[in-house]
């Protein structure tokens, strides 16, 4: 193994939270940051291509070089392969720039003396600059590296404000701001989108990009990370393959943000899981932890095809109003999927029907102890019979909305068909390896993110969560990192020069 130098902190993964946690970390000099991603890095903003900052679009269709995919069961007889962003800035640098934070009610199943909603709110405002709100509001930050906009009025898609105009004659409240506490009661309004003059603005470009040149904090790119490594109860380090080369990275300090499917998988193939299970995969026990991978949530999406008359706007954002209804929020998008997503064959206009609060809870598995192969994924999406209700009610309130007289001019809905047949998912994967109570066997994290019954581990990213928020996660991914590396509060080491294998030490 060829050794590298010794970091005082190694973060795993360079996606939304491994770029806030890396960039907050390093800002104190005297600590050594190594940021470890599985896809491509960048030296710079400039450096960033076009293709990921184009917030027209989505660049996550076939053959694209920024993303990672994997095979999942949504439910039993309906498997879909599952995109997510493999490039610095993660699903953030690929997706529609969605930013809408989760309600207060939602924190109500976070541990309360670390994450209530009141502890929280500082860590969303210190994370965005509201061009819209943030000087005349209090919930909102001004100074913060994520810009946070809504489309204006008068230039809004004409889907899009037919539809506001539908929710709101149907008798839905009307919000100016959905990441105010009071949207928690839902109604229709803007989408806060982390998009500014048409650019995607990840939180590689926001927060890790702006300050890679920092002497204490170094990025590598295309680095698979295979398994932890331990000395008795202590992180030590990690293994990982850099170019087919497997090398050993040290630190006494392990940040896990590989995402909500990878860093289970790194869990399990480090043997901290269930105990039957990493047994019978060859894979040593470190910690029985039997929620690694088991009880994660997600909002199921079921999509509403519609006949448009108008397409006026190829440069509209993805999504720039919604609707949230009870359990559901209902998306009218503004354009064809394949007008989205570069190599798609044609599909019809739909408008995404979210199960938002839902019982529903899925499992990881590792396939084999091979780092390259994707983990068994499965959802179980609308297994319970409450959950079906609860869509189907979604898609005939969506339906209803959309053969509204002012929707008219801009669709046709079509004949109606079973609607769990167009099953889908809207890829909020959480809670993979959630924290919570000691007395949770469950639980992985305690309520500092880090992984129970090993020193120096933590786990930020949505892995992290207790349950998916009601609303998407970005915003609030972005919060969990903020607070988080407050809370990791880690000093310096003394550095050992270049890294080896002890004889005493042993690979997860």
């Not at 190599?343 to 199960?355: D, E, Q, Y």
């Not at 019982?359 to 319970?384: M, N």
Request: aromatic residues 6%.
């Amino acid at each position: 193994m060829k050794p590298i130098e010794f970091a005082d902190v190694i973060v795993v993964g360079g996606g939304s939270c491994g770029c806030v946690v890396a960039a907050r970390l390093s800002e104190n000099p005297d600590r050594s940051v190594l940021l470890l991603e599985a896809g491509p890095a960048f030296s710079g903003v400039a450096d960033v291509p076009a293709a990921l900052v184009d917030a027209s679009m989505l660049p996550i269709g076939p053959g694209s070089e920024w993303i990672g995919t994997y095979s999942a069961e949504l439910t039993a007889g309906v498997g879909r392969t599952v995109a997510r962003g493999r490039v610095l800035g993660g699903s953030g640098a690929v997706n529609g720039g969605y930013f809408v934070r989760a309600t207060p009610g939602d924190f109500d199943a976070w541990p309360q003396a670390v994450w209530s909603f009141d502890q929280v709110l500082p860590f969303y405002v210190r994370s965005e600059t509201d061009v819209d709100l943030g000087s005349a509001r209090r919930w909102h930050g001004s100074r913060g590296p994520m810009p946070v906009a809504r489309t204006p009025v008068d230039a809004r898609h004409p889907l899009t404000a037919a539809f506001v105009d539908s929710a709101v004659r149907a008798g839905f409240r009307m919000y100016e701001d959905m990441n105010a506490p009071d949207a928690a009661s839902g109604g229709v309004g803007a989408v806060p989108l982390n998009i500014r003059n048409g650019t995607r603005v990840s939180a590689a470009l926001a927060y890790l990009l702006p300050v890679v040149d920092r002497k204490n904090l170094r990025v590598q790119g295309n680095t698979t990370v295979t398994s932890l490594m331990f000395k008795d109860t202590r992180v030590i380090g990690v293994e990982m393959i850099v170019d087919g080369v497997r090398r050993v990275a040290r630190s006494d300090t392990v940040i896990l943000s590989a995402g909500a499917v990878h860093t289970p998988a790194l869990l399990l193939r480090s043997g901290i899981g269930r105990a039957d299970d990493t047994v019978a995969l060859g894979i040593s026990v470190t910690v029985d932890s039997p929620g690694v991978g088991h009880g994660f949530s997600d909002h199921p999406e079921v999509a509403v095809p519609v006949a448009t008359w108008n397409d006026p706007s190829a440069t509209s954002p993805a999504l720039e109003a919604v609707l949230h209804a009870g359990d559901v929020e209902i998306r009218p998008y503004t354009r064809r999927f394949d007008q989205l997503i570069g190599g798609l064959p044609r599909g019809p206009h739909v408008v995404g029907v979210g199960l938002m609060r839902s019982v529903g809870r899925g499992s990881i598995a590792l396939r084999s102890t091979d780092p390259f192969e994707a983990p068994d994924v499965r959802y179980r999406y609308l297994e319970a019979e409450g959950d079906r209700r609860a869509m189907r009610d979604g898609v005939e309130l969506a339906r209803d909305l959309l053969a509204s007289a002012c929707m008219s001019d801009e669709v046709a809905v079509s004949a109606a068909d079973d609607p769990l047949t167009a099953l889908g998912t809207s890829l909020h994967l959480s809670g993979s390896a959630r924290m919570g109570p000691e007395s949770d066997p469950g639980a992985v994290l305690d309520d500092h993110c880090r992984v129970r019954g090993v020193d120096g581990l933590h786990v930020i990213d949505t892995s992290a969560f207790p349950v998916v928020p009601s609303r998407g996660p970005h915003a609030t991914a972005i919060m969990l990192a903020e607070r988080a590396a407050a809370l990791v509060g880690v000093e310096p080491a003394e550095r050992p020069g270049v890294v080896g294998v002890e004889p005493a030490e042993r690979p997860g």
